[in-house]
């Protein structure tokens, strides 16, 4: 394997050394169309510190790209910024394998370590702000508490201006490019996207205090080494301006419309309701939930203003396809939403009433009745349909003017 899997070099003193899973579609409940990479890095100097492992199953892989700088049992600190598994799953093994002479991670992230792995006492806590001499350089800790997970820290090498900041300002993309800059950047704003609205949307309010923290630190950051995806060495402030776009919840005219259908007739009043959201100038997402992801969805969501939500009754609930979407949006907590039900019944129709008591769980707004057509739907209910979308659309219009309800969440 070692003459397969090499590093690369990042900076005078950094080498990416991690692992990229090609075939991964599935990361927990997310999916990844693009794969993703597991990014560890070496910083050597004077002495060599190993800053996250990798996936489990990759540790052979990271050893092999370690071994074309320094031989791995010549590392003498591994810095674990966050104890979940994508990059603490190789941890034991590489203590094992290289027996390094310190192991550091946040506070929370040595109760982590232990709770996953029985590891404790041979992981040493960094406190906020603290730093690591290797000799000529110095590597400082930058807690990130809740972002996402509590252990969460980030790693600041101030001799290379080098930022390794963990989940943040990461995406799921594998690529044979190590390089922000050597990718189209329509796909970076795609996937960086995917990745805010996925994982860190719940966490927005902490998101923008991150960015203000680390404004007042005063340090000059020229590059950013997340740990999925590719490595921003020019044009950070791309990602940073996206994350505090992000942060803010700066949302557009668009309306995710979020359906399934039995015998279609959900779906055409979906389509119904996307006529009237254009007809009255705004634009319609129509998210069927056979062909859209969950995890597209709250993409699509990210910047959206309102989520409309369509499902037949089935069983006298709501269609197994939308109540797991539901779920998961009503995880994500997404902001500044309104919003309506829609969906076709047989006899009974407790769907709609269902989502729509959901949605206000959700502060989602809602706008108007619910809609709910027996059957089949007529040219009345279309046109009810249509008149709905219709609304959205004024609302989205009023809201981006400026001059919306003032009851809405999130307006002005
Ligand atoms: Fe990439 Fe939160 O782990």
């Not at 600190?77 to 994508?86: G, L, Q, T």
């Not at 009433?353 to 209910?381: C, F, N, R, T, W």
Request: net charge negative; with cysteine.
């Amino acid at each position: 394997m070692a003459d397969s899997f090499r590093a690369v070099k990042v900076t005078d003193h950094v080498y990416w050394v991690g692992a990229i899973d090609w075939g991964i579609r599935d990361f927990h409940g997310y999916a990844t169309h693009r794969g993703s990479t597991y990014n560890a890095y070496l910083v050597v100097g004077e002495k060599t510190a190993l800053i996250d492992t990798v996936k489990a199953p990759f540790v052979e892989e990271l050893l092999a790209r370690i071994g074309t700088v320094v031989p791995p049992e010549r590392i003498d600190y591994v810095v674990s910024n966050h104890a979940e598994m994508d990059h603490s799953g190789g941890l034991p093994a590489v203590i094992a394998a290289i027996r390094p002479e310190q192991v550091f991670a946040s506070t929370m992230g040595v109760k982590a370590l232990r709770e996953h792995f029985r590891l404790g006492r041979e992981v040493t806590a960094m406190k906020d702000g603290e730093s690591l001499r290797l000799g000529n350089l110095t590597l400082s800790f930058v807690e990130a508490r809740m972002l996402h997970w509590p252990d969460s820290m980030m790693t600041y090498l101030a001799e290379d201006k080098t930022l390794l900041s963990n989940d943040a300002f990461g995406m799921h993309l594998a690529s044979s490019e190590r390089f922000a800059d050597e990718i189209e950047d329509g796909v970076l704003a795609e996937e960086a996207a995917k990745y805010y609205a996925n994982i860190l949307l719940p966490l927005s309010p902490l998101v923008g205090r991150l960015l203000e923290k680390v404004g007042k630190l005063g340090i000059e950051i020229e590059m950013i080494a997340p740990s999925h995806g590719p490595i921003w060495r020019r044009e950070v402030e791309k990602p940073v301006g996206w994350y505090a776009k992000w942060a803010a919840g700066e949302t557009s005219n668009k309306a995710v419309v979020m359906y399934d259908t039995m015998w279609q007739s959900t779906a055409t009043m979906a389509r119904a309701i996307a006529e009237g959201i254009a007809a009255g100038g705004a634009s319609a997402k129509m998210m069927p939930l056979r062909a859209a992801h969950r995890s597209d969805v709250a993409t699509e969501l990210l910047d959206a203003g309102a989520l409309v939500i369509g499902s037949p009754t089935l069983n006298n609930g709501v269609f197994p396809t939308v109540a797991d979407a539901l779920s998961y949006l009503k995880g994500l907590k997404p902001r500044g939403l309104i919003g309506a039900a829609f969906g076709s019944y047989g006899w009974s129709g407790e769907a709609v009433g269902q989502i729509e008591e959901a949605m206000e769980a959700m502060k989602v707004e809602l706008v108007g009745e619910g809609i709910k057509v027996k059957y089949v739907p007529d040219e009345e209910s279309l046109s009810r349909c249509l008149s709905a979308g219709r609304g959205i659309a004024e609302r989205l219009s009023a809201k981006a003017q400026g001059r919306g309800d003032s009851g809405l969440r999130g307006a002005g």
